[in-house]
């Protein structure tokens, strides 16, 4: 079989032409189409491209639509039409930190202002006692695009009083759309998290997982409940624990 017969003005030093390249003339034996990658490494397609691995790239410039199964690494990304993520692209990028005085105790004490340096800089937070189970509460508006997933939570804490030991940390979370109830079970997607006595006056952060109970995308309230659980056997702090926040993201 011979091989064919390439255009006498064919400079393979300048681009490789293939399916016609599109800057070809539209008529004759190179008709238009196809890709075109000239000798800077620079590709011009007017059809699609499909990358099934990972796409590393400076710039990137969308004037049309985008969808991105795999991984993409870039500098710089810019989109002029339209941009399609999944659940782990661009409404999962949300992040609220609910500090001590948005909590509201269960059993009717208000948050206190602890000084943890020399110089009286205080922090407001909510005062665990390792006597009984207690707990606190908080609620916030997730985003409107919330799918239903797992959500995250980092509990912020610390002590000044107490030796060693585990403090046990109990998070139940339910979401409640416009018409549904508010009187519903706490614990319907409740998650434990422990986290071990490091110091005094440092800060400790637990983080846990957990998919709310009652949990559908759309506008959502999400109600809280917290308990350290002081009275269980995995609670073996033997001080006083100080909630100081909880961060809330998915």
Not at 220 to 236: G, S
């Amino acid at each position: 079989m011979g091989l064919p017969i390439m255009r006498s003005d064919v400079t393979s030093r300048e681009f490789l032409r293939v399916g016609g390249g599109y800057h070809a003339p539209s008529e004759g034996a190179s008709p238009a189409g196809g890709l075109d990658i000239d000798n800077a490494g620079n590709l011009a397609t007017d059809g699609d491209a499909a990358v099934d691995g990972a796409l590393t790239a400076g710039n990137v410039y969308c004037a049309g639509d985008a969808a991105i199964e795999g991984n993409l690494s870039a500098a710089d990304i810019r989109f002029t039409g339209d941009l399609e993520a999944g659940t782990g692209g661009c409404n999962k990028l949300w992040s609220r930190f609910v500090g001590g005085t948005e909590f509201l105790r269960g059993d009717g004490v208000a948050a206190a202002y602890v000084a943890y340096n020399a110089n009286s800089v205080c922090l407001p937070v909510i005062k665990l006692p390792a006597n009984a189970i207690h707990q606190a509460g908080f609620s916030m508006a997730l985003p409107s695009d919330y799918d239903g997933g797992p959500l995250t939570f980092r509990v912020f804490w610390s002590a000044t009083d107490g030796t060693a030991g585990t403090v046990k940390w109990n998070l139940r979370p339910n979401t409640h759309q416009d018409g549904e109830s508010l009187d519903v079970a706490t614990g319907s997607g409740s998650q434990d998290v422990t986290d071990a006595f490091q110091g005094l006056k440092v800060l400790h952060v637990a983080s846990g997982t957990n998919t709310p109970g009652f949990a559908t995308g759309g506008d959502k309230l999400l109600t809280v409940l917290l308990q350290r659980r002081a009275t269980d056997t995995e609670d073996t702090f033997d001080g006083e624990a100080h909630l100081i926040g909880v961060e809330v993201g998915y």
